[in-house]
Structure formats: C-alpha cells, structure tokens
C-alpha cells in the first residue's frame, strides 16, 4: 500500500483516478478493513482490479496488486516515490528512529549497505534455525486441554527470536507478571503508534493519552 501512488498506473488510462470502494462518509473503509482485512483486501482486487483507492479517515490510499507495478514503486522508480505518511509521523519516528523503515534517499541507501550482510543466505539460514528451536521449546511447555492466548504466545516467540537474532541474547526471563508485563508493554506502544499514526497527532484518543506526557 502506498498513498502516493501514481494514478497513471491504473489500467484504464482515460480513468480520473483508480477505482475502489466508497466507504462511509466519515471513517472511509477503515471499519470494513479492520474487521477483516485479509478478505477485504482480496475481494478488492477481485472487484476493482490491479489499483484499488480508498480512503481511511481523511488519508487516501492505493493498493498495488500486479507484480509490476509494485516493482514500478518499490524499485525501478523508487526515487519517485516517499515513505507512506504513517510512517513519517513524528511518533513513529520517535518510536524507530531515522531508520530504514522511516528514512529517504542517500541516507536510506547508505543504511541499506550497512544492514545488508545481516540479511545473507547464511545468516538467514541460521535466524530459521533459531525461530524453529524457538518455536520447539514454546509448545514444549503445552498441554492438551490447556487454553492459550496465541496472540500473547505469538508475541513473546517473535520477541525472543528477535532479541536472539539481533541482539544475540537468551530467551526471556520469566518475571513475577508471568510473560505478561513485556509482551503488554510493547502492544501498548504499537496500538498508541497505530492511533496516533491514523489521527497523525492531531486527534487525542484514550489509547494515546498515556503517552502524551512523555513527549519532548
């Protein structure tokens, strides 16, 4: 998805701009997205083709389906082209820094360089490993019968094999909250990013707010 997709990439050249759901009138398509993202994004390109628009609030977006027009975006005319504005809000910066993720240009390429031989076969080769140990010793400690909070599950296998990869640390340690007290911090920190980056820090939501003091 990219907001500032050219709408030329549509294929129907005499089109004023690319096709797409309607919406409602304030929240755009962000309910139905949120509700079942995955099959409302299927049934668009079922519907409206290879370049679906539509709007989230008062943002409008492009989903690009073809092959070729995500490589038009992503690499042959990259320069063309900026980072999606959720990602250039200033908490998502606070939050990630001047990085790959949020940065541009020469200094984009001059991280990607740097960055690049963490992603070489062998090396990836070795993060599988230890996502599949990971993964081994987490349903070691299921029972049958047991109930599970997967997404919570989820959450610390995916900590714990970046903190491993990256930063080549042990697992985590079990603290008094159980796995709970980490796990929650950083879900609290991803949905007030998620809040602030649709509002793009000009609405309060009950989410953000806790956060708001520790602004500089």
């Given at each position: 998805m990219n907001e500032v997709v050219s709408e030329k990439l549509t294929k129907k050249p005499n089109a004023s701009r690319a096709p797409g759901p309607k919406g409602s009138f304030?929240?755009?398509v962000m309910s139905e997205f949120n509700r079942d993202t995955f099959g409302f994004i299927e049934r668009c390109r079922s519907d409206y083709g290879d370049v679906v628009r539509m709007r989230f609030l008062y943002l409008t977006a492009h989903f690009l389906y073809h092959p070729a027009d995500i490589e038009y975006v992503s690499v042959t005319n990259?320069?063309?082209f900026i980072k999606s504005r959720s990602l250039r809000t200033p908490f998502f910066r606070r939050l990630v820094g001047n990085g790959l993720l949020t940065s541009e240009g020469e200094v984009w390429k001059r991280?990607?360089?740097?960055?690049?031989p963490a992603f070489h076969r062998q090396r990836i080769s070795a993060y599988a490993d230890v996502m599949v140990d990971y993964a081994g010793r987490m349903i070691a400690d299921w029972r049958?019968?047991?109930e599970r909070d997967i997404?919570?599950?989820m959450m610390r296998l995916t900590l714990e094999i970046v903190v491993k990869t990256l930063?080549?640390?042990g697992r985590l340690r079990r603290s008094r909250q159980g796995?709970?007290?980490?796990?929650?911090?950083?879900?609290?920190?991803c949905f007030a990013g998620d809040c602030e980056m649709d509002?793009?820090?000009r609405l309060p939501t009950l989410h953000s707010s806790p956060f708001q003091p520790g602004r500089t």
């Open positions: 304030i929240q755009g990259a320069k063309n991280q990607r360089r740097l960055a690049q049958e019968g047991d997404h919570r599950d930063f080549q640390r796995w709970a007290s980490p796990v929650a911090d950083c879900e609290a920190v509002s793009d820090n």
